[in-house]
Every structure is written in C-alpha cells, then in structure tokens.
C-alpha cells in the first residue's frame, strides 16, 4: 500500500506563490498516474492537477495557467507549483494515485493533507 505524505502549505497573500510536495513510498509510484486534489470548507473534494507516468498533465480550468504539476520518479515525489493564488485557492490539498485514462479519480488511501490558506 503506497503511503503519501503531504507538505508545503501555508498561508499566503493573494498573488503569492507556493510549492506543495507530495512524497510516495512503494515501487509502484513511477508506474502510476498522480493527481493533487483539494477540498475547501463545505465543499466536495475537487481534482486540481494530475499528471501520468509518462508526464502528461491535466488541469482544472480554474488553475489552467496558474498551478503546474511535476513529478520526479526517482524521489517518488509529486509537486504542485502554485502562481498567482487566489482566494478561491484556499483549501486542504492531498495527493493520491489517479485511475487514468479513467476519470483521474483517486485510487489509493489519503495522507494528511496539506492546508493552503489565501488572505491578505
């Protein structure tokens, strides 16, 4: 079973940037499609960004320009580069393994997540 662990939030002045990483352990990771998701107060979990074994990458429309998602195999890690953040932005975002080309939806058990908090 693939563990994730999840950091890099904070809190974070509208227009602001921030890094989250996303750290896998289990051999399967470079083999599976990777997705960041986010969930804020009172709202159902949404997927933000994911990205295939192979580095193709997909985007919510709301963060199309704004976030990239990037994977780096050898550490087991997945990121998730965060431009030009928004109130909207702020919410727990987790890391999970992705059915793709099914859905991107997640497939394996949540980590802790991490909480990004947008305020002047």
């Known amino acids: 079973q693939v563990q994730l662990v999840e950091s890099g939030g904070g809190l974070v002045q509208p227009g602001g940037s921030l890094r989250l990483s996303c750290a896998a352990s289990?051999?399967?990771?470079?083999?599976?499609?990777m997705a960041w998701y986010r969930q804020a107060p009172g709202k159902q979990r949404e997927l933000v960004a994911g990205?295939?074994?192979?580095?193709?990458?997909n985007y919510a429309d709301s963060v199309k320009g704004r976030f990239t998602i990037s994977r780096d195999n050898a550490k087991r890690t997945v990121y998730q580069q965060m431009n030009s953040l928004k109130r909207g932005d702020t919410a727990d975002y987790s890391c999970?393994?992705?059915?793709?080309?099914?859905?991107?939806?997640?497939?394996?058990?949540w980590g802790q997540g991490t909480q990004v908090t947008v305020s002047p």
């Open positions: 289990g051999s399967i990771f470079s083999r599976n499609a």
């Open positions: 990205i295939t074994s192979a580095g193709s990458t």
């Open positions: 999970n393994l992705a059915s793709h080309p099914a859905g991107w939806e997640p497939l394996g058990s």
